[in-house]
């Protein structure tokens, strides 16, 4: 690789679960079916990810930013450490941060675990986790050994992957749920680090667990407290110090969105879709330094290492084992075969009530398997827009197929809908008329849905279509 190349892997929300703390029986499966990662398969799919990294003799860097284990236990965080290790015999130099997934706290501090849990048969029993302030000690040679400079309080650290490169990575625990973010001496800490940085002469990127911006609009309207705390005082400090990029996590999306502020200044936030989903990506950024250019590109695996998917790809075999790839399954199960669908359903549909319910649940799984894209474009009000060669593909195409096209896209980025589409057509319209029925009648649970200035119909464009940068995979842009 050129000398004036750096370039490094970044891995987000691994959410490893070690093999010691789960037993086969319903409790693991059904708190995997209400998941959206593939908990059992996290080893093999971090295994999956290392081989390939451990094959590019060219990039010796790799990140992780947080999730790195699924519920703070120490058996899983001693398994993820042995990987970082093996990472380091083969002559790669590893920077970790942890976030919430990472530990837990019997209540001295809010957290999202107050206890780590073992699947037993039958339920679960409590084992031992680690504390927040442990976890600095516990990877401390994976990142703040090699640091230029570490932030005390949040344990954030600035380190060099490369001549002319640094990278904050940013430890935004804060106080682990309704603040994820840094206190206001490690703003002034990272604010002195980019100065630092470019007083050097070097230019700086950002990695941090927590989104700075939102994949959807929905996102920061109803869920603000997940994004990064102090986001909108990160975006000024990002466009007046030039700092082109933030990686981020934690959404699971794979998105790259773009801020600019009114002088026309900007960044990249590029969040990474969680490892641990069907269809996990790394991210592979290479810098050009003497061009100034940065290039990101996505790394997926095809195959599971020890894992019999019995001639399946990865992403085939993983899919259905959570609840988008789940609801895929139930409604063909629903209209046929009434027992596999209770079976299927458990933890994830009122299966009691639908126990007594056997034919009114096969007459609508029946018919909503039936209804085609014509019916939502009449109902829309878009029918009349579409051609006679249109209307008639529509009258044969199941709604349903879309429905699960979009699911399948909802992590992954990328939804393949664009506004020329018979398929975005009709959904927009429809969502423009349940907008207008929505303000006309007051309906006060959906209103608070929707962000302000703006409406249903542009909510739903952020499921459709990339209406992002235009791809949420690749990137390429100026670091000047
Ligand atoms: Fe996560
Ligand atoms: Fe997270």
Redesign the pocket.
């Known amino acids: 690789m050129p000398n004036n190349t750096v370039s490094f892997y970044l891995l987000?929300?691994t959410?490893l679960v070690s093999p010691d703390i789960w037993e086969e029986g319903k409790p693991i499966d059904l708190r995997e079916r209400g998941d959206q990662?593939a908990l059992k398969a996290t080893p093999q799919i971090l295994d999956s990810f290392i081989d390939k990294i451990l094959a590019d003799r060219d990039t010796n860097v790799v990140v992780f930013t947080?999730?790195n284990v699924?519920g703070g236990d120490v058996a899983s965080h001693n398994e993820f450490r042995d990987r970082l290790q093996k990472l380091k015999d083969a002559g790669k130099t590893v920077y970790v941060t942890c976030?919430?997934?990472d530990y837990c706290s019997t209540g001295e501090d809010e957290c999202v675990f107050h206890e780590a849990i073992r699947y037993t048969k039958t339920g679960t029993q409590p084992i031992p986790f680690l504390r927040k302030h442990e976890l600095f000690d516990f990877y401390r040679e994976f990142g703040p050994d090699q640091a230029l400079s570490v932030h005390g309080e949040s344990g954030s650290y600035t380190v060099k992957p490369g001549e002319g490169l640094r990278l904050i990575m940013i430890c935004d625990n804060g106080n682990g749920r309704s603040h994820c973010g840094l206190f206001e001496d490690g703003v002034r800490w990272l604010t002195e680090q980019i100065r630092e940085a470019k007083k050097a002469g070097d230019y700086v990127m950002l990695a941090v667990?927590h989104p700075v911006l939102p994949p959807w609009e929905v996102f920061r309207h109803m869920a603000e407290y997940e994004l990064y705390g102090g986001y909108q005082e990160l975006w000024k400090l990002m466009c007046e110090e030039g700092v082109r990029v933030v990686f981020t996590?934690?959404?699971?999306v794979q998105s790259i969105r773009k801020y600019t502020d009114e002088e026309g200044r900007w960044f990249l936030d590029v969040s990474t879709i969680?490892l641990?989903n069907a269809a996990g990506k790394m991210r592979k950024i290479t810098v050009d330094t003497a061009a100034a250019v940065c290039s990101v590109e996505s790394v997926g695996i095809d195959t599971l290492k020890g894992i019999d998917t019995g001639g399946l790809s990865a992403y085939d075999h993983l899919y259905h084992l959570n609840f988008p790839g789940i609801i895929e399954k139930l409604l063909p199960l629903g209209a046929s075969d009434f027992d596999a669908f209770l079976s299927l359903g458990e933890g994830l549909l009122p299966i009691d009530k639908l126990r007594s319910h056997r034919f009114l649940v096969q007459k609508v799984c029946r018919k909503a398997l039936r209804i085609p894209l014509s019916t939502a474009a009449k109902l829309g009000g878009t029918w009349r827009g579409f051609s006679r060669e249109e209307r008639r593909q529509l009258r044969k195409e199941p709604l349903i197929t879309s429905v699960y096209e979009i699911l399948r896209h909802i992590y992954t980025g990328n939804a393949p809908f664009s506004p020329e589409t018979k398929v975005y057509r009709v959904f927009s319209g429809a969502a423009k008329k349940i907008d207008g029925l929505v303000r006309r009648f007051h309906i006060q649970k959906a209103l608070d849905l929707i962000p302000p200035g703006s409406s249903l119909a542009e909510m739903a464009e952020d499921f459709l279509y990339n209406n992002r940068t235009g791809d949420d995979d690749t990137v390429t842009f100026s670091l000047k």
């Open positions: 987000t929300d959410h990662i947080g999730d699924n976030a919430t997934h667990h996590g934690h959404t699971h969680a641990a």
